[in-house]
């Protein structure tokens, strides 16, 4: 991420929650920051706000550039060169085409370096895979979008930062699918974040056992001690903590 650039802060579901958390994302940060910059449909959050009893300007811009110059007075929208057509509660899969758009272009101006990094709004999978979308969910697109074999999903917060190694599964497969490789690659991959994005130039990994008790010793599955146990050796043998 690249603090001194605006974000760039994806449209989402625009049936759902997107809009909302724009617009009062936009009244909270806009005298501090960051600033960001939402790609939407600029006259669909400007009919949202009264509906939230929000007093504000939505304002178009050109480019991520003109973001700083106006945030603190409106909300700066990157248009998109369609309009939307679902109303809050009843999504429309007519709407996938705008909703991937979105997605496209903050990932290409933030590659691009005009933004400094990705924000997501929720998407609704269904809706998109009724109009052909072929990933399982946000984190496949974007590694897809930027290039990347092995997208790795975190979830963080200030003491803890959480990785699934397999995202977008039922757990049935998600069992199945599990193996001391998938847990290594994982582990290198979050490794290596905690380092660059974190600043943290030792992290500990916990790797997280698959059944209660971790199996206690056969009595309830045999995954932790078969695939679980060899990915700790041999993490431990690269010189992870």
């Known amino acids: 991420m690249n603090p001194a650039l605006p974000l760039a802060l994806t449209m989402g579901e625009p049936a759902g929650i997107g ?44 480019s991520p550039a003109e973001a700083a110059s106006v945030f603190r007075d409106a909300l700066p929208v990157l248009p998109l060169d369609m309009k939307v057509s679902s109303t809050p509660g009843k999504p429309d899969p007519a709407d996938a085409k705008a909703v991937i758009a979105s997605i496209d ?13 990705v924000v997501t709004n929720p998407i609704q999978k269904s809706n998109l895979y009724a109009a052909g979308f072929k990933y399982p969910g946000h984190t496949e697109y974007l590694g897809a979008l930027s290039g990347v074999a092995e997208p790795v999903m975190m979830l963080a917060c200030p003491e803890l930062r959480v990785v699934p190694v397999t995202i977008h599964l039922s757990l049935r497969r998600a069992i199945d699918e599990l193996t001391a490789d998938a847990i290594v690659a994982a582990a290198r991959i979050t490794a290596a ?38 990915a700790i050796d041999a993490l431990r043998r690269e010189g992870f903590d």
């Open 19 to 62: 809009g909302e958390i724009a617009l009062k994302a936009w009244l909270n940060l806009r005298g501090a920051g960051p600033v960001f910059v939402a790609i939407d449909d600029p006259a669909r959050l400007s009919a949202i706000a009264p509906q939230f009893g929000l007093d504000m300007k939505v304002r178009e811009i050109a």
């Open 105 to 117: 272009r903050a990932v290409a101006l933030t590659m691009a370096g005009a933004a400094g990094a």
């Open 193 to 230: 974040s905690m380092m660059r994005d974190f600043g943290i130039a030792r992290p500990r990994l916990a790797i997280a056992s698959l059944n209660p008790h971790a199996g206690e010793d056969g009595a309830m599955g045999d995954e932790d001690a078969r695939i679980v146990a060899p």
